[in-house]
């Protein structure tokens, strides 16, 4: 039966409480139907096949808002999984990240430089690298303006202990948050929306990834991050679409599925940014919005995709359903040239990570 809002609070808030005090995993299911998942997690990859390495798309967006002064670029960073990455499609412009670049420089009508160090197959243990790859890269005061981070489904398909995945974000975040970075955490999507995943495998992955989605938005919202919820987006829609909305592998996302992924997560990048009205922040009945618990947020969160958490003040969060924007047309990145240099170096972290989503 599905768990209550309530409930799925409940259970969010012993996963992050567990993971601040460096607790091990929380008992969410029994032993045997852990094993029961995981042997058909198995069989649905083999059904799912192989994917390409994902297209590279740093560089420089908005190259059209460039004055003969101009501000320095915005500078935007993702981090996470394959997703993150764009894994399942084929060109540049079609990957999350230039989708956002090329939005964001739209709107900020400034240029937009990206920074991708996602890695497919990546889990939680792996931001740590990340987070040094990203901010080792920058000189001192220069760490990307605002993050967004794709995180969480392998770490339900390879069995991380929840508390363990979400201790791992919520470092994370905290590191780029004192490194005066915006965050913006897209939580783990629902798996029971891809399509060779068969029953009882479905019902058990979809509780699962939700219930580690409503305790990364715990943790992310308690260290001063933003979350945006990708449950429904990889669920209904999805599920009503699949071959549009899924890749050739029907794992990874299309080129339409990233674009309806980055508008829900695009306005919650801005208002970060304080791109966006400030009366646009205020909560709006009408929509379902308003400030809630923190755990509360989170569960509802949780079972509606596209759904934004930001912190308030103490044990209170900011749910918002903003309003999706159409994503003007994607372009590639200006450093074509450096191309090589990046594929190079994409490659050397690839082969130091053999887990594969």
């Known amino acids: 039966m599905p768990m209550s ?8 808030r012993r996963i992050a409480t567990a993971a601040a005090y460096g607790g091990g995993g929380v008992g969410l299911l029994g032993g045997a139907a852990i094993g029961l998942l995981f042997t058909e997690i198995q069989l ?12 590279h798309a740093d560089g420089l967006y908005g190259t059209a808002f460039a004055r003969p002064a101009p501000e320095r670029p915005l500078r935007l960073a993702l981090l996470g999984d394959s997703t993150a990455a764009g894994q399942g499609v084929h060109r540049a412009r079609q990957t999350p ?6 939005a964001l420089a739209a709107i900020a009508e400034r240029p937009v430089r990206l920074r991708n160090v996602a890695v497919p197959g990546a889990q939680s243990d792996d931001l740590e690298r990340q987070v040094t790859l990203l901010l080792g890269e920058q000189p001192p005061g220069e760490a990307p303006d605002v993050c967004v981070v794709m995180i969480g489904a392998n770490d339900v398909t390879h069995r991380m202990p929840p508390a363990r995945s979400v201790r791992h974000l919520s470092d994370a975040v905290a590191r780029l948050r004192t490194a005066a970075c915006e965050v913006v955490v897209c939580t783990c999507p629902d798996l029971g929306s891809v399509e060779p995943v068969a029953q009882p495998l479905r019902w058990i992955a979809r ?8 305790a990364q938005t715990i943790a992310v919202v308690e260290e001063g991050g ?3 919820s990708l449950g429904d987006l990889l669920g209904p829609e999805f599920s009503a679409n699949p071959r549009e909305l899924f890749g050739p592998d029907n794992y990874h996302p299309s080129a339409e599925g990233y674009a309806t992924a980055a508008m829900a997560v695009l306005p919650t990048v801005c208002a970060a940014l304080g791109l966006w009205p400030t009366e646009d922040e205020r909560p709006d009945a009408r929509r379902r919005e308003g400030i809630l618990p923190v755990a509360r947020a989170a569960a509802e969160a949780a079972a509606e995709g596209g759904t934004e958490v930001a912190a308030i003040r103490g044990p209170w969060a900011l749910l918002k359903h903003r309003r999706r924007r159409r994503l003007p047309p994607p372009e590639d990145g200006a450093d074509g040239p450096r191309a090589t240099d990046r594929k190079r170096r994409r490659g050397d972290e690839k082969r130091e990570h053999t887990r594969g989503r």
């Open 44 to 55: 649905a990859k083999r059904k799912v096949g192989g994917a390409d390495e994902p297209p």
């Open 226 to 228: 933003r979350t945006v």
């Open 5 to 12: 809002k309530a409930s799925s609070a409940r259970v969010a």
């Open 97 to 102: 990240g230039a989708l956002l670049a090329s």
């Open 207 to 214: 509780r699962l990834s939700r219930q580690l989605a409503a």
